[in-house]
């Protein structure tokens, strides 16, 4: 499975950014995607999550809920991260990441992509 992630940038505090996650390759092994985030000196910290099946099931790190929107486009293969009212701390580079498990911690995740920087200004 590939990953490429599209959409980061530089945004002022209170501003939005949306991110894009193109799926390509074995993809059917697919069970969960989601995003993470690091920053320099940190471990990856997980950001949100959705499933892949038909019924769909979001979920989110209590720092993100209620700004952050997972969504997914099936039919082409791609996720998409909503990130609204962006604040200082959000600054990192994000990741998306696929994964064979109903799970939400990096080492369960198989697949990432190259990651996109996100710099939220104040």
């Known amino acids: 499975v590939q990953l490429v992630e599209s959409g980061g940038g530089l945004v002022q505090a209170g501003g939005s950014l949306r991110l894009s996650c193109a799926a390509s390759?074995?993809?059917?092994?697919?069970?969960?995607m989601a995003w993470f985030r690091q920053t320099p000196g940190k471990e990856r910290e997980f950001v949100a999550a959705?499933?892949?099946?038909?019924?769909?099931?979001?979920y989110y790190a209590d720092s993100v809920k209620g700004r952050f929107t997972i969504s997914r486009h099936n039919a082409e293969n791609t996720v998409y991260l909503q990130m609204d009212s962006l604040q200082p701390a959000d600054t990192a580079v994000y990741y998306c990441?696929?994964?064979?498990?109903?799970?939400?911690?990096?080492?369960?995740?198989?697949?990432w992509g190259q990651g996109t920087q996100v710099t939220v200004s104040s």
């Open positions: 990441a696929s994964s064979p498990r109903n799970a939400y911690d990096a080492p369960n995740y198989d697949y």
């Open positions: 390759g074995r993809t059917l092994s697919t069970n969960t």
């Open positions: 959705i499933s892949w099946s038909w019924r769909e099931r979001t």
